[in-house]
C-alpha cells in the first residue's frame, strides 16, 4: 500500500514538477523524477522530525530537572 500511494503522490509531484521547472521529458522520466523526489523528501523529513523530536525531548529533559531542583530546594528548606 505504502508503494502505491509513493507511485500516486511521485506521479502527481512528478508532473507538476516538470511543469513549474518548464522541463519536456517523456512519461517514465516525469514518473521517476516524481517517485524520487517523494522518497528524497519523506526521507529528509524523517530526518527532521527525528531531530526535532529528540530536541524536544532534550528541553523537557532540562524543564523536567529543573522542576525536580525546585521541589529538592523546597523541601530541604521545610
Known sequence: MTFLVLLIIGTAAGFLATR???LEVD???TIALGVG???LSWM???FVM???G??????GAVLGAM???WLWGWFKRR
Open 20 to 22: 513549474l521547472m518548464r
Open 27 to 29: 512519461v517514465i522520466t
Open 37 to 39: 523526489g517523494a522518497w
Open 44 to 46: 529528509v523529513l524523517r
Open 50 to 52: 527525528r531531530l526535532a
Open 54 to 59: 529528540s530536541v524536544t525531548l532534550f528541553i
Open 67 to 69: 522542576a525536580l531542583i
